[in-house]
Structures are given as C-alpha cells and as structure tokens.
C-alpha cells in the first residue's frame, strides 16, 4: 500500500502544501481520499505518474466542506478517458442525497460546467453505515463528531481515514489493529480548545497506541500553523506513538 499525500493541510492551502487529498495505491488499485486543492497535484508530475497507472479510480469523499470539495472543479482536465467514482455519504447523515448535494454545488453560477455534463465515465455512488462495496473496493464507515456530519473510512480492512472529527473512543475500536490510521491533527499539543469538532495531536497519538495501529499518518494539519510547529508536532506524537509521522505533501508512504 502507497499512500501519497497531495494536500495535507486542513481549510487553506499555503504557497507549499494544498487542501485535503491523498492518492492511496492498494490491492492494485487507485483510490482518492477528499477532492481538496491536492487535486491540482494530478496535474504535475506526482499525481501524472500515479494516474497513468490506473484506469478504474474510487474518490471518497468524508464530508462536504469545501476545503475537501473544492477540487471538484478540477477533475474535468485529468481524469478523462478514466472511470471515475465519486462515494460519499448521503441521506443516512443529510436531508438530501450524494447526487442532490454535489449537483447543488457544482453547477452555474458557481461553475460554467455541471457536474451531470461533465464529459467523463462519471458514477456516483453513496454510502452507508457500516459496509459498502463501491465498484469492487471495500469501504466501511462510521458517523463522526464534527461540525456538520462527517465519515470516517476503512479501505479493504487495512487503512483507516479519519478526519473532521473530534476524538472518539468510538474510533479506537473502527481502527483496532489497522494497518495505516490517517487521523486529523488540526491542533497541537498547545492548542487546547473546548470545541471538539477537530482532534489535538495527543488525542490522535493515544486512539494510534490503543489501536494497536501499525502505523499514524497526521493530517489535516493547521494551514496557519509554521513548518516548524507541525514538525515539534510530529515529535510530540511519537512520544506516544513512536510509529507516527506527519503528512507531507508528495512524499510517499509505503507500507
Ligand atoms: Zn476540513
Ligand atoms: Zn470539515
């Protein structure tokens, strides 16, 4: 499993690292988790690489705000000649349905072109609780504590996405034992806030420990933060969970 990071920042993309995408190369096959500004990365040489490998993609899609949709209006220049689909969650956690939700945004006067008129082999699917197959791939959830409802997503039983969400015990239990826990770090060690609708670093390190996770990718990470911060983050969160590291935008993991 190869997962590259093409926007690893949470809200804003800074002059070096874009919005919420990771390209996740496992059991041969591609898969896109959140449609941040990381979704211009296919466009450059990471993301070229990667694509021209694959011909059936899988985006999920943890919830709908737009720091995790904005790329969206990207997808028309790179994945034509591609099968793509799109899965998120829909009237278990919305009044309205995947398909209503991402027509209602992604359309004039908001963009010239619809994304019903998109001119590529486009399928939307929408997911539930618990199990889902989407065109082959496994995708499991659960329900979220964020500020508008959010999924967290385990691939094939071996990696699990959890992001815009306040610590859960719930989550220690979804992620028993996987392979690569990606969890959001939007705030360090320094950063207490009572609102719980993102997770702190030490919370992220202990769910990993209690796991028994392989491996803790952070991400997610605070746009306004320095480099320097997220990396005596980084440290921070090995002082819990020594097999954790920070997403970097275009640097791959492999394990
Ligand atoms: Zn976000
Ligand atoms: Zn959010």
Same mark, same amino acid.
């Given at each position: 499993?190869? *997962? $590259?990071?093409?926007?690893?920042?949470?809200?804003?993309? $800074?002059? $070096?690292?874009?919005?919420?995408?990771?390209? *996740?190369?496992?059991?041969?096959?591609?898969?896109?988790?959140?449609?941040?500004?990381?979704?211009?990365?296919?466009?450059?040489?990471?993301?070229?690489?990667?694509?021209?490998?694959?011909?059936?993609?899988?985006?999920?899609?943890?919830?709908?705000?737009?720091?995790?949709?904005?790329?969206?209006?990207?997808?028309?220049?790179?994945?034509?000649?591609?099968?793509?689909?799109?899965?998120?969650?829909?009237?278990?956690?919305?009044?309205?349905?995947?398909?209503?939700?991402?027509?209602?945004?992604?359309?004039?006067?908001?963009?010239?072109?619809?994304?019903?008129?998109?001119?590529?082999?486009?399928?939307?699917?929408?997911?539930?609780?618990?199990?889902?197959? *989407?065109?082959?791939?496994?995708?499991?959830?659960?329900?979220?504590?964020?500020?508008?409802?959010?999924?967290?997503?385990?691939?094939?039983?071996?990696?699990?996405?959890?992001?815009?969400?306040?610590?859960?015990?719930?989550?220690?239990?979804?992620?028993?034992?996987?392979?690569?826990?990606?969890?959001?770090?939007?705030?360090?060690?320094?950063?207490?806030?009572?609102?719980?609708?993102?997770?702190?670093?030490?919370?992220?390190?202990?769910?990993?420990?209690?796991?028994?996770?392989?491996?803790?990718?952070?991400?997610?990470?605070?746009?306004?933060?320095?480099?320097?911060?997220?990396?005596?983050?980084?440290?921070?969160?090995?002082?819990?969970?020594?097999?954790?590291?920070?997403?970097?935008?275009?640097?791959?993991? $492999?394990?």
């Amino acid at each position: 499993m190869i *997962v $590259t990071p093409l926007g690893s920042l949470g809200w804003i993309p $800074t002059g $070096t690292n874009h919005t919420c995408c990771y390209s *996740v190369e496992i059991n041969g096959r591609l898969v896109i988790l959140d449609a941040g500004t990381g979704i211009a990365r296919f466009g450059g040489p990471v993301g070229q690489a990667i694509l021209k490998q694959y011909q059936n993609i899988v985006l999920i899609l943890s919830h709908y705000h737009l720091d995790h949709l904005t790329g969206l209006i990207y997808i028309p220049a790179f994945f034509k000649e591609k099968e793509l689909h799109i899965a998120g969650p829909g009237r278990q956690f919305y009044p309205a349905g995947i398909e209503t939700i991402l027509n209602e945004m992604i359309r004039p006067p908001y963009f010239s072109q619809p994304l019903k008129d998109y001119p590529l082999d486009l399928h939307i699917h929408e997911l539930n609780e618990g199990g889902n197959v *989407v065109a082959g791939l496994e995708v499991e959830i659960i329900r979220q504590h964020h500020s508008d409802p959010s999924i967290g997503v385990k691939l094939e039983n071996q990696l699990c996405y959890m992001t815009d969400t306040g610590p859960a015990e719930a989550t220690v239990a979804f992620c028993r034992r996987t392979r690569l826990m990606m969890h959001e770090s939007f705030l360090d060690q320094n950063d207490r806030r009572e609102d719980k609708t993102h997770t702190g670093v030490e919370d992220a390190a202990r769910m990993a420990r209690e796991a028994e996770a392989e491996a803790l990718m952070l991400v997610h990470q605070n746009p306004l933060y320095p480099e320097k911060r997220l990396l005596a983050m980084e440290t921070f969160a090995r002082s819990i969970f020594p097999a954790a590291s920070l997403a970097k935008d275009c640097i791959s993991f $492999t394990i």
